[in-house]
Every structure is written in structure tokens, then in C-alpha cells.
């Protein structure tokens, strides 16, 4: 089964800063899809950026980046010139490109932006 | 705004109860997935259907049943209620099922349940 790891509950930056995201999974499957899901206090998630297992190149969207490492299955969400809107839960997930769509996520991130 | 629904927002009932909560998609999507966010086991999906019929299960317990009509809007009963059962409870809607990026998945803003 597939399973997707987030090891730094809580996470703190300075606004304007950079930070990242950590998140690892473990999975026998070649091809998949990868997302982050960012909560903001008001519970609605948000899909904010995703990235195709057979693709090398990292996805960007705007401010957010990743790095995909396949081999070592690591898949961090790298966010430039923090917002205080940015502050949030911010959750790692993993998709089969199988039959089965369902998302399996990873625990969170707690982003807290300084002013 | 996704355009997938939920109702109720929020929802207080005691242990024992049985409760049902609503989803509908987004017009044109097909499926429908449920998933429980709890502060213990985090976000887990539960079930899919697919124009009516189940797909896939989760982690969903033999209290919990569900069902897409054929208007295709999709209900979560919750029966025999347990404390344990507190959780904010998630619909999202795609096109179709599968791990296709075709299919992506949209969620509602989730109904709040609170066992006392």
C-alpha cells in the first residue's frame, strides 16, 4: 500500500522569506500523480500545485515550486516570498494513475508566516 | 468556490444517533469520493461511486454506508454514533473515476460533525 509521509508538523517563516515543505512516500508503482493541498483556517482545500510522476520537470505555479526526486521519493513544496496568506496546513498526497482515484495524504504541515 | 456542495456546514448530535450528510457535485462530474479528516487519523478516504455505483472503499466502517443517486448527488449515513466519529467529513467530485489527470478532483467546503 501506498503511504506518504510529512515529518515537519510545524513549520515557521518570515514573511517575503522562502520556505520548504518536506514529504516522502513510499509506493511500487511507476506511474502516479503528486499534489499539494494547502487548508486555510476556513477548512476548504486547495489544490496548489501538481506534479506527474513521469515528468522530470518540476511543476511551478507562480510562487510555488517543487523538487521531485523520484528515485528517493521525495516530493517538496518549495514557496518564495511568503504571504501572511500563505499561513495554513499544507498537506502531501499521492495518486495512483490506476483504476482507484482516490487521494492518500500525508499527515500536514502547519505554515505559520511572520509578519 | 469549487461548485461541489455540502450540507450541513455543521452538525451536533449525540453518541448513538445516525446522521446524513449531502453532497453534490460539480455539474457534469460523474464521481463522487468521501473522506474523513479527524484529528487522530488525519485526511482518509472512505468510498467512491461512479454514476451510481461504488468503486472504491477506504477505510470506512461497517456503521457508515453511502449512495450516489441518479441525479448524482451523493449521501454519507452515519449510524450508532460515537464520540470517535467527530471529524470534518469531505466530498470531492471529479469527471470520471480513476487516476487520470483528466480527473482531477474538486472538493466541497466539508460538513463539520461533532459527537457529544
Known amino acids: 500500500a501506498q503511504t506518504v509521509t510529512q515529518s515537519q508538523p510545524e513549520m515557521s517563516v518570515q514573511e517575503a522569506e522562502t520556505v520548504t515543505l518536506s514529504c516522502t512516500y513510499d509506493?511500487?508503482?511507476?506511474?502516479?500523480?503528486l499534489f499539494w493541498y494547502k487548508q486555510p483556517p476556513s477548512r476548504q482545500m486547495i489544490l496548489v500545485i501538481r506534479?506527474?510522476?513521469?515528468?522530470?520537470q518540476n511543476a511551478t505555479e507562480n510562487r510555488f515550486s517543487v523538487n521531485f526526486q523520484k528515485a528517493a521519493k521525495s516530493f517538496s513544496l518549495k514557496i518564495s516570498d511568503s504571504q501572511l496568506g500563505d499561513a495554513a496546513m499544507y498537506f502531501c498526497?499521492?495518486?495512483?494513475?490506476?483504476?482507484?482515484?482516490?487521494?492518500?495524504f500525508g499527515k500536514g504541515t502547519k505554515l505559520s508566516v511572520k509578519p | 468556490d469549487s461548485g461541489v456542495t455540502q450540507t450541513p456546514k455543521h452538525l451536533i448530535t449525540a453518541t448513538g444517533q445516525r446522521v446524513t450528510l449531502r453532497c453534490s457535485p460539480r455539474?457534469?462530474?460523474?464521481?463522487v469520493y468521501w473522506y474523513q479528516q479527524s484529528l487522530d487519523q488525519g485526511l482518509q478516504f472512505l468510498i467512491q461511486?461512479?454514476?451510481?455505483?461504488?468503486?472504491a472503499k477506504g477505510n470506512i466502517l461497517e456503521r457508515f454506508s453511502a449512495q450516489q443517486f441518479p441525479d448524482l448527488h451523493s449521501e454519507l449515513n452515519l449510524s450508532s454514533l460515537e464520540l470517535g466519529d467527530s471529524a470534518l467529513y469531505f466530498c470531492?467530485?471529479?469527471?470520471?473515476f480513476g487516476g487520470g489527470l483528466l480527473y482531477e478532483q474538486y472538493f466541497g467546503p466539508g460538513t463539520r460533525l461533532t459527537v457529544t
Open positions: 509506493t511500487s508503482e511507476s506511474d502516479y500523480y
Open positions: 506534479q506527474e510522476a513521469y515528468k522530470q
Open positions: 461511486y461512479y454514476n451510481g455505483e461504488e468503486r
Open positions: 455539474s457534469g462530474d460523474l464521481s
Open positions: 498526497a499521492y495518486r495512483s494513475r490506476g483504476s482507484q482515484g482516490n487521494l492518500i
Open positions: 470531492a467530485s471529479s469527471v470520471g
